[in-house]
């Protein structure tokens, strides 16, 4: 069954490269969601990736109460294309005018492979734009924001572990130390927490060693001991494989995607380790610039908002009690309750 209300997908006229939108949802309000401009061996694994990025985007803001649909960007670079400063341009004009096609129902914001810079080069063909720098009146990077999010998703369980959201003490494996990964870092640093962390990069070990943290091998951390593992770096790390070498009792982080398939949060589930869903706790930087630049949030509220993530946390814990099934199964319930309730199906609650 088609589950998006509506797929585009092009060649750009400038710089022949694919460029899909997929929308998924706009029961709630306007779509919005990242363009990820990464290396896929086709163009249809991009698809594949910007049909389901697209549906936890709607997920993301069902969840975290904003009155947004999902959508996502993908433009699927051949395997080993690098782009010159030029190309780069004509990639993002394509995209452009793909975005501004489509009136308004849908605006695009930064993602994996894709900054507040890259931002501006779209400003200059749509308004349709999240996260431009903030000198050209957007809300500008949004990885710091999306790693304060996660820190007030580990709060939440934290509490649900050990009875306090302070991280002081709690031992926390973190996978990637990208823009959002070593802002992570460093706020967990800052809160005390022992962190062991890794990157595919080497060169990132000077931030372990700055921030005094142990250093592990990708391999190696997913069965090291730990309260809690962190995944910051591209999707798809919880396979089943993966999930019988895991040595924590809960996995909370900011990367998409997490799951090769949906039926792995039973897995988890089964193993008794929390698995908070990824779509909340990487909401943060989509729930800043939503707020800052449609809602005109001041950035003290905006604060509030990704703080918010906590109580949200704490809520799918607790549906997911009454309910008896797992967290990503009281994602869905309480995004499909916010969807009917906007529908004018049930009224809305809370
Ligand atoms: N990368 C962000 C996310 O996955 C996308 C985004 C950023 C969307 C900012 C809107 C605004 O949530």
């Known amino acids: 069954m088609l589950d998006h209300e509506q797929i585009l997908i092009r060649r750009g006229p400038r710089s022949g490269l694919p460029v899909i939108i997929a929308l998924h949802s706009t029961a709630l309000g306007p779509a919005a969601g990242g363009l990820r401009l990464w290396h896929y061996p086709d163009w249809r694994d991009g698809l594949t990736d910007a049909l389901r990025l697209s549906a936890a985007m709607t997920l993301k803001f069902a969840v975290t109460g904003l009155a947004s649909g999902g959508g996502k960007t993908v433009v699927a670079l051949p395997p080993g294309t690098w782009l010159d400063p030029a190309r780069r ?24 492979g894709t900054s507040p810079a890259d ?8 308004p349709h734009v999240f996260c431009k720098p903030k000198h050209l009146g957007g809300s500008g990077d949004s990885s710091p924001h999306t790693a304060h999010g996660t820190l007030a998703a580990l709060r939440a369980v934290s509490r649900r572990l050990y009875g306090e959201s302070d991280l002081k003490g709690l031992r926390l494996g973190l996978i990637g130390l990208g823009h959002v990964g070593e802002h992570l870092a460093r706020l967990l640093a800052a809160e005390g927490a022992h962190l062991t962390v890794t990157d595919i990069d080497p060169a990132k070990m000077k931030i372990a060693d700055e921030l005094g943290a142990a250093w592990s091998s ?8 730990v309260d809690i593992l962190v995944p ?9 494989q993966v999930v019988g070498q895991l040595h924590c009792r809960a996995v909370v982080g900011p990367a998409n995607n997490q799951l090769d398939t949906p039926e792995t949060a039973e897995l988890l589930h089964q193993r008794g380790i929390l698995w908070i869903p990824d779509h909340v706790a990487s909401a ?8 800052t630049e449609v809602h005109h949030a001041t950035p ?9 993530i906590e109580g949200t946390v704490t809520e799918l814990l607790r549906t997911a009690d009454d309910l008896h099934v797992t967290l990503a199964q009281a994602g869905h319930e309480m995004a499909q309750r916010r969807i009917r309730a906007a529908a004018g199906l ?4 809370g």
């Open 232 to 240: 910051a770096a591209l999707g798809g790390l919880l396979t089943t």
């Open 284 to 291: 943060g930087g989509a729930v800043h610039a939503i707020t």
């Open 300 to 308: 003290d509220e905006a604060l509030a908002r990704v703080q918010a």
């Open 89 to 112: 341009r004509d990639v993002l004009h394509d995209v452009a005018d793909q975005i501004d096609s489509l009136g308004g129902t849908y605006t695009v914001g930064p993602d994996v």
């Open 218 to 225: 990708p391999e190696e951390i997913v069965s090291t001991d």
């Open 346 to 349: 049930v009224p809305a609650e």
């Open 119 to 126: 931002m501006a080069v779209i400003g200059e063909v749509t």
